[in-house]
Antibody
Framework: QVQLAQSGAEVKKPGASVRVSCKAS????????LHWVRQAPGQRLEWMGW????????KHSQKFHGRVTITWDTTATTVHMDLGSLRSEDTALYYC??????????????WGQGTLVTVSS | EIVMTQSPATLSVSPGERATLSCRAS??????LAWYQQRPGQAPRLLIY???TRATGIPARFSGRGSGTEFTLTISSLQSEDFAVYYC???????????FGQGTRLEIK
């Protein structure tokens, strides 16, 4: 079955960087895009960016002004999301989610369990 | 950016009754609209895509309608496990820029 297993919680100081990882299993890794969506306390879900391991395409939300880098390791079927220049407003639950294909294109059909990132001095 | 607005923020309904949740887009998204359910402590789960098609394994009591800018999610005969937060999400125009509504909390009356 499709599974997205994320790395553990992180606590970072303002100005630092954080890496959150997402290991995919149970499906053909190169056939689906992987996205990052975050949820700050009391806020709506916010799409951050995506990567297509099949063709190396990536796209990020302009909101993050280049602070987000998404990479992947095909052999490890793992996607990494690096967020730099952290600020308190980046405190959130970060999810990886698989992009749907075929009829499901445009949706997020499977989600990881979430990784809590806390930014605090 | 397309802004998604959901209403109401909180909806109180008794088990066994019907709940209707609304979602409005700031501009037309056609039928490129999905609904997700998020239970406490869990990740979101895809319920509906293309505005009205149930995802695999989703019970028939969940139904979606709408197109353009106005959408609804109806849950008939609420079960205890349906009390959760529901989000709409648009995915109009390739390359997509995905945006979500702020959510509707469905609580037990």
């Amino acid at each position: 079955q499709v599974q997205l297993a994320q790395s553990g919680a992180e606590v970072k100081k303002p100005g630092a960087s954080v890496r959150v990882s997402c290991k995919a299993s149970g499906y053909s890794f190169n056939a689906f895009s992987l996205h990052w969506v975050r949820q700050a306390p009391g806020q709506r879900l916010e799409w951050m960016g995506w990567i297509n391991p099949g063709n190396n395409n990536t796209k990020h939300s302009q909101k993050f002004h280049g602070r987000v880098t998404i990479t992947w390791d095909t052999t490890a079927t793992t996607v990494h999301m690096d967020l730099g220049s952290l600020r308190s407003e980046d405190t959130a639950l970060y999810y990886c989610a698989r992009g749907g294909a075929g009829d499901y294109i445009g949706t997020f059909d499977y989600w990881g369990q979430g990784t809590l990132v806390t930014v605090s001095s | 950016e397309i802004v998604m607005t959901q209403s109401p923020a909180t909806l109180s309904v008794s088990p066994g009754e019907r709940a209707t949740l609304s979602c409005r887009a700031s501009q037309s998204v056609g039928t490129s609209l999905a609904w997700y359910q998020q239970r406490p402590g869990q990740a979101p789960r895809l319920l509906i895509y293309r505005a009205s098609t149930r995802a695999t394994g989703i019970p028939a009591r969940f139904s979606g309608r709408g197109s353009g800018t106005e959408f609804t999610l109806t849950i008939s005969s609420l079960q205890s496990e349906d009390f959760a937060v529901y989000y709409c999400q648009q995915y109009n125009n390739w390359p997509f820029v995905w945006t979500f509504g702020q959510g509707t909390r469905l609580e037990i009356k």
